[in-house]
């Protein structure tokens, strides 16, 4: 472990498609090669194990990013780095995780919808459009972009490298990682 790590938790948030665990991986793989500490909560793993069972109405996600919030912030008392890559539509819930952290690095994962829709890897756009899906984030639900988030990264515009690159940086900048940290080609 790096005796020089501090707790945090980087957030990453935005629509489906937009590049949040692929982001999220990188910098993982990076810190990881680094020495440091890590726990990911990824948005669909926790869906499956703790938090089944709930729905997709405004309440049930809410209460499924406060677990995952809960989660984070018991790590990041520890001294662990804690990565979460979940979608957390609302504005408000984040807020309300990011004052119970504290210890709170946000990552916008920026990429137009039209975008979002061309990745569609799963077809949850396609069945959305086609009414399948109800709720969906960005399609019948919406996506509440953060005002001021620490990082921003545009995946539309950037490589991997320079979205991984932003999130190091601000880690490093915002006093979570030692000045003399480096980032490696992603």
Known sequence: MNKT??????????????????????????LRAQGYKLEVLDGDVVRENLTKGLGFSKADRDENIR???FVAHLLTRNEVIVLVSAISPYRDIRDEVRARIGDFVEVYV????????????????????AGEIKQFTGIDDPYE????????????????????????????ELGYLPSNSTVSKV
């Open 67 to 69: 677990r995952i919030g």
């Open 145 to 172: 972009p953060p005002l001021t988030p620490e990082v921003e990264c545009r995946t539309d515009l950037e490589t991997l490298e320079e979205s991984t690159t932003k999130v190091i940086s601000a880690l490093r």
């Open 5 to 30: 790590q501090r707790g945090v938790t980087v957030w990453f948030t935005g629509l489906s498609g937009a590049g949040k665990t692929t982001i999220r991986m990188a910098v993982e793989q990076e």
């Open 110 to 129: 920026n990429a137009p919808l039209s975008v979002c829709e061309e990745r569609d890897v799963k077809g949850l756009y396609k069945k959305a459009r």
